[in-house]
Each structure stands twice: as C-alpha cells, then as structure tokens.
C-alpha cells in the first residue's frame, strides 16, 4: 500500500485545456485505460524536460523534435501506457511518428502539433493499428473535467492515480494550476519524472515558462529516487493556456511558490506510491560545502540497498548511514565535525557516538512512516533534500513478475 497516499480529490479544470482517456488495447485488462489525449487551446506555450537516458524511448526523440516547431493552432500531447515503445530502433520512431499524424488527420491540425509519450515495457514493438483505432473515440471525448481520468490512464505499476491543484489570486484574477503524474519504479530521474503534465491558465511566455519549469523540477522531479534507475521515456510537460488573462513575468512570488509545490507534492507523491514501498524518508544534508557534495551525499545514503532494507525492518542500525556518509562521492569530509540525526534525535555528534543516545529513542523514530534522516556537515552552508523509500520484499517480486 502507498506511505500516507490518497487518490487525488477535486482536481480543477484548467481554461484552455480538455482530456480524454481510454481502453485501445494497449493493456491487456479491458477495465484499464491505456491511450490518453490532453488537448492545449490555440495559443498555449509548452515548455518540456525529457530523460537524459542515452536509449531514450522513440517518442521522446520526436515530441522534442516537434516542440521545436512553430505551431499555429492548438498542441496535443498524445500518452500511452504499457508500452514504452524503448529500444525500439527505427520501427518505433516511424510508429511514434504515425501516431501523431493519424491523430492529426483527425483533428485536422498538422503533424508537428502532437506530442507523442509512452510508458511501460521496453523493447516491444507500439501497437500503432490498436492506438489508431482509438483515436476517433478518444478525440470526440474530450472534457474539460477529465484531469482525474486522465490520471489513471497514465498508470502502469502505480497503485494510485497522483494529481493535484493549486489557486492563486494575482491582482484580483484567479490563477489555476493542475497536474497529474504517474511513477511507482524505475526511478531516480535525471531531468523529470516518468510522466508529468502541468497546466496553467496564467500567460507565460515560452522562455519563462522553460526556466520556471526547470527551477521547480530541479527541487522537485530531481530531488526524488526509489531505486536508482532512469527511465527511457522520463518527460514532464508545462502548458501555460494564457485564458485566465493573468500575465506572469516570473516574480510573482505567489504563483511561482504554488507552482514549486504542487511539484514537490506531484514528485513526493511517486515516492510514496514506490514500488513496495513501506516507508517515506527524507535525507536531509546540511552545512556541505557545495550543492553537489549535498546532493552526493544524500543520494548515496538514498540508494544504499543496506540503509533502505535496514529502513524497511524499522531497525536504527545507524551504522548503515554512517558509512553510506563516509563513501559518498565527495573530495573532502572531516569525520570530526559530522552530526547524524534520526528525526530530532541524534546518533553522532562531531564524528563519535553521542552519548546521550539510546536505542529505543531511535526505535521510535524508526517504527514511523515518515523518517528523517539528516546529517550535519559543518563544512559550507550549502544543503539538499532528497526523498526516498525503504526496500522491501514486495519490490523484488513487483519487479521479478513485471512481464508475467
């Protein structure tokens, strides 16, 4: 079950954009929804992020060589889920390609109008014939309404579908934002998340837009690992429709905070629905003499499969963390002024046991849900914060019978 995860409620339409979802075959359960449409109003400015894998998925390849065309008229971002249409070769770039043409003779838009994402198993061939045959009911379906749907389309070993909203007033105006994601493995990505789609109704211009979008995927989609891998297919979409009549340069402090949290929620949010997952944690870096060395630190104590089993038992065997600590990628560490806490409760103080600690203080900040880890460095004044899970028995056998 996910760590403190609910199936997302009231998730608000967003002027300027509509969604549909449906069953083309693409999974085998018929009760599951495969194909989804998001359609952006003519007008709309798209920023994107996309894997940094060197074997990206073929529709990674051309919804970035499509968003790099001047459209007029409306954009479409066109998602599959159960098949990643990965290592595909040429075949899967002139599948990738197909989709987008059929769905544009259909809404009579060109080609370069559509952005193809597909997510789930790697290697085998996108059923293009199946997807093509969808695409007449999936167009004339689409709802201003139908964010939630959209959502669960997006799933593969999610359990949960994840959105969320937020609501600003700027001068007087109403500002909608709303997004839906989807991720549970094959997570430590290196730009984004599996999938992600972000709209607004404020205008922004695509330049802005791009930036704001990186800022808060770097503290957020960036910030996140389950167990260390990149996925071919990572790609995460921000629309601005521009209908709320709201202009936004990018000092308007209230849009950009709700913009950086409904980020993290969305982010947090695959953490918590992580592939086995039992346990939220968050390692915490403080006093680092440099950003990087925070980060190093961090996810080397997120990826140790000894921290993240030990997190997984509720034992404070804090002697996992320590040398997780002490083999992080770093040039330089003085043991001698390194501070280690479980929650509010410290282990190590200046590089030797505290003594003042005793075991079932770290018990009870173990048998949690929710765990902080942190390690004060006394080196700089540069942190991170990464968010993580334990790994659990389920994790392998999700893993082991993904394909059965």
């Known amino acids: 079950m996910p760590v403190g995860l609910r199936e997302p409620e009231n998730l608000e339409a967003v002027d300027g954009v509509r969604l549909s979802a449906l ?3 693409i999974k085998a359960d018929p009760r599951r929804d495969d194909l989804v449409l998001i359609e952006a109003a003519e007008g709309s400015a798209l920023a994107a992020v996309f894997t940094r894998n060197r074997f990206c998925a073929a529709p990674v390849t051309v919804a970035r060589e499509h ?9 479409f971002l066109l998602i599959n889920s159960g098949n990643a ?3 595909t070769g ?15 003779s259909l809404s009579g838009d060109e080609a370069a109008s559509v952005l193809p994402f597909s997510t789930g198993v790697i290697g085998e061939p996108l059923p293009l014939e199946r997807i093509a045959g969808a695409l007449p009911a999936l167009y004339e379906s689409l709802s201003a309404d139908a964010w939630p749907v959209a959502a669960r389309g997006l799933m593969t070993t999610d359990t949960l579908p994840k959105g969320a909203s937020r609501q600003v007033e700027i001068d007087g105006r109403r500002v909608t934002l709303t997004g839906i994601c989807k991720g549970s493995g094959m997570i430590r990505p290196d730009m984004a998340t599996m999938l992600a789609f972000v709209a607004t109704d404020a205008a922004v211009d695509p330049a802005r837009l791009q930036h704001l979008l990186q800022q808060a995927v770097d503290a957020s989609f960036n910030a996140i690992t389950v167990d260390g891998d990149t996925s071919t297919n990572d790609a995460c979409v921000l629309i601005a429709t521009g209908r709320s009549g709201v202009g936004i340069d990018g000092t308007e402090a209230d849009f950009v905070e709700a913009l950086n949290e409904l980020f993290l929620q969305l982010a947090q ?11 939220f944690v968050e390692v915490r870096v403080e006093g680092a003499a440099s950003a990087e060395d925070a980060r190093a630190i961090a996810y080397t104590v997120a990826h140790s499969p000894l921290v993240k089993t030990a997190v997984f038992a509720s034992d404070p065997n804090w002697g996992r963390i320590l040398a997780a600590v002490g083999r ?8 001698d002024r390194v501070d280690l806490y479980l929650g509010d409760v410290r282990l190590i103080h200046k590089g030797e046991p505290d003594p003042d600690y005793r075991e079932e203080r770290g ?13 004060l460095l006394r080196a700089g004044d540069a942190s991170a914060r990464i968010w993580t899970s334990d790994l659990s028995y389920d994790y392998v056998k999700i893993n082991a019978e993904y394909r059965s």
């Open 23 to 25: 069953h083309a075959g």
């Open 67 to 75: 968003l790099a065309r001047t459209v007029d008229g409306r954009r």
């Open 85 to 87: 249409n990965a290592g």
């Open 90 to 104: 040429q075949p899967g770039l002139s599948a990738a390609r197909a989709s987008c043409a059929a769905l544009a």
């Open 269 to 279: 949010s695959i953490v918590r629905d992580g592939e086995g997952a039992t346990k």
């Open 328 to 335: 992080a990628p770093i040039e330089r560490l003085d043991i």
């Open 363 to 375: 018990q009870a900040v173990m048998d949690r849900e929710d765990i902080l880890i942190r390690i």
